[in-house]
């Protein structure tokens, strides 16, 4: 059973999913993510994109001649 305050602080309801984690000895109970593809849109938000870096170096590669 979980505790009310922690299910109110946590949005845990009659139902709800959660995955149980172990911590390296520490058990945890982690809420599933509903959506998680919507949820998880924008974490990297602001951050360098690997992707965009790594094109634009091949079409200076290409440009020079390699």
Do not use: F, W
């Amino acid at each position: 059973m979980i505790p009310a305050d922690l299910r109110k602080k946590y949005n845990l309801h009659p139902g709800a999913e959660v995955s149980v984690v172990d911590y390296g000895g520490v058990l945890a109970l982690v809420p599933a993510m509903a959506k998680p593809v919507r949820q998880a849109a924008g974490m990297l938000k602001g951050r360098p994109s690997l992707t965009r870096a790594l094109l634009t170096e091949h079409r200076r590669a290409r440009a020079r001649g390699r």
